[in-house]
T-cell receptor, first 109, second 114 residues
Framework: TQLLEQSPQFLSIQEGENLTVYCNSSSVFSSLQWYRQEPGEGPVLLVTVVTGGEVKKLKRLTFQFGDARKDSSLHITAAQTGDTGLYLCAGEGTYKYIFGTGTRLKVLA | DAGVIQSPRHEVTEMGQEVTLRCKLISGHNSLFWYRQTMMRGLELLIYFNNNVPIDDSGMPEDRFSAKMPNASFSTLKIQPSEPRDSAVYFC????????????FGPGTRLTVL
């Protein structure tokens, strides 16, 4: 069974701070996606990484796919209150994506 | 584009009652996923369809759960009889195909079984 563990589970930081969340598995994935989910809404795709070692940037968010395609990280620079939400990674399995356990981020003003 | 539409947004029912959740896919998408989200278990895939055909229902908890896709744009998830442990937020998502594609999630149905 393919599992994706995310850490930390919860994170509360002050506006302006930097943070990194992690997504780890013992399985290899052909691609990995990151989603953000806000209260009362469904997850929204932020990025898809495909190649081992790939780095993608989305404004203040930097996503990296591990060289072995088993893990990924999301780094946020100068967090803002609008970054608050649940961050989910999802690894591409056979015909479907397997979602991680999630990191719940709260950015305080 | 209206996005994925789910109804109802909230459902409160009593144990033993039948519950039907509805989902309308984005026009042109041919894959449909039903998920359940709880604090304890996170986001779990229940079942997914490709071109109206159920491909993998291994995530369906038990026989009380059933899902149908009567046409290319609509799906239902039925729970009969419902139990308190079924309380969760149920999402459907659609995409152009099953592998490696972006999934577009609906707003979810929050189900409470008393």
């Amino acid at each position: 069974t393919q599992l994706l563990e995310q850490s930390p589970q919860f994170l509360s930081i002050q506006e302006g701070e930097n943070l990194t969340v992690y997504c780890n598995s013992s399985s290899v994935f052909s691609s990995l996606q990151w989603y953000r989910q806000e209260p009362g809404e469904g997850p929204v795709l932020l990025v898809t990484v495909v190649t081992g070692g790939e780095v993608k940037k989305l404004k203040r968010l930097t996503f990296q796919f591990g060289d072995a395609r088993k893990d990924s990280s999301l780094h946020i620079t100068a967090a803002q209150t609008g970054d608050t939400g649940l961050y989910l990674c999802a690894g591409e399995g056979t015909y479907k994506y397997i979602f991680g356990t999630g990191t719940r981020l709260k950015v305080l003003a | 584009d209206a996005g994925v539409i789910q109804s109802p947004r909230h459902e409160v029912t009593e144990m033993g009652q039948e519950v039907t959740l509805r989902c309308k896919l984005i026009s042109g998408h041919n894959s449909l996923f039903w998920y359940r989200q709880t604090m304890m278990r996170g986001l779990e895939l229940l079942i997914y369809f490709n071109n109206n055909v159920p491909i993998d229902d291994s995530g369906m908890p038990e026989d009380r759960f059933s899902a149908k896709m009567p046409n290319a744009s609509f799906s239902t998830l039925k729970i009969q009889p419902s139990e308190p442990r079924d309380s969760a937020v149920y999402f459907c998502a659609s995409s152009f195909s099953t592998g490696g594609q972006r999934q577009y999630f609906g707003p979810g149905t929050r189900l409470t079984v008393l």
